[in-house]
């Protein structure tokens, strides 16, 4: 079978790696990839916003299935796109990707269906979202309802710090059209932990956990980023706290989209803060999660692509996942300046040493070739990836593997996975 995996991140290339392995697996084609999905199948280059040329791409090769990583093309239809030309994509189609693109429409959803979730509200001007942050006196979370790479959330433990953040977003436009609207929340106290599912419109089958790490600085400081690195499977996350997330979040998330109209099928990804009251949804994503994808996807046994059509088909009842019982930890390697600016372009060396290591994947992400060599394109560049007999292990391992890989101003965090040690 012939597959066409759209995004250029860390996250599709451990797609490709996954997909790769697969023995139904005929062809993979990636648009338009980076260096390290070149390793897994043929890079092509088309943006993952050129929704009829992919469309056309696919037609043209007898592609037969489109897997989509990043949610801008998910939030601007590109699986009712593949589905009209008849070709099986997986990923939910615009209106169900909402949960991820308009936060006050995941709100509603979280609402009329009891799911637990901080106490908020929607405003579209920035005077009524001004009176009302200036009426707490407890700390807020400014977030803009659109998309915004991730970056488009503020907690604020001073509500003026609140106001500040809504006037930005909302009157200077800091994320253009995404902050027409802003939620407003209370501050949720807790460890936060990432549920990822597969969803066919009707079952559910929840993956292995993973905790990602957002703020740029050790020990959970300054600016939060796509995300600086993940573990998994993320010890806060008990059997019995599980059963509750399944029971009282994703059965009534699923439930809800199919009353609202839009059945939701593909990957559901639950940010949750688990409080003392119990857990709390602070966001849905409608795709694999960037970096928790890298170390779920080494702790993954099962074939891929035999999951992601069962998906497609409705019948994930009918498959089972295995998983490799060792954690996994990924350490993100940053560009000096990220999440703010940042130079490109800079050689990275010790890639090959980094991978040659047992249980260890360096998976690319901002990387570009130039000349034969492997350099630096993006704000995060490299997702180092190591299975340990503990967490302590697979951490050590991914930090081992860290050290070998060089470029200039390279950063990362040196406490990733810290917290589940603890
Ligand atoms: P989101 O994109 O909505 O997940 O927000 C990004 C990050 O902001 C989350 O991973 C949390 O660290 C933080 N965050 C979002 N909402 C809240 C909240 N209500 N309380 C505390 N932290 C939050």
Redesign the pocket.
Known sequence: MKVLLIGSGGREHALAWKLAQSKKLEQLYIAPGNPGTAACGRNVDIGVNQIDKLVDFAEETGVSLAVIGPEDPLAAGVVDAFESAGIKAFGPCAKAAQLEAD?AFAKQIMRSNAIPT?EGRTFDNFKDAKAYIASRDEAV?I?AAGLAK?K??F?CDDPADGILAAEKIMCDRIFGDAGLTVVV????LGE?ASILAFVDGRNIYVMETSQ?H?PIGDGDTGP?TGGMGAYSPAPVVTEELMDQIVKEILVPTVDGMNRSGAPYKGVLYA?L?ITQGGPRV??FNVRFGDPETQPIFMRLKSDLLEVMLAVCDGRLDQVALEWQPRPAVCVVMASGGYPGDYEKGKRITGLKEAGQLEDVMVFQAGTAEEDGQIVTAGGRVLGVTALGESIADAQAKAYQAVDKIDFEQAYCRRDIADKAIR
Do not use: R
Not at 185 to 188: A, F, H, I, P, Y
């Open positions: 936060k901080a979370v977030k991730g488009g959330v907690v929340e209370d501050k949720l936060e990602d957002k939060n940010g803060m602070l966001e």
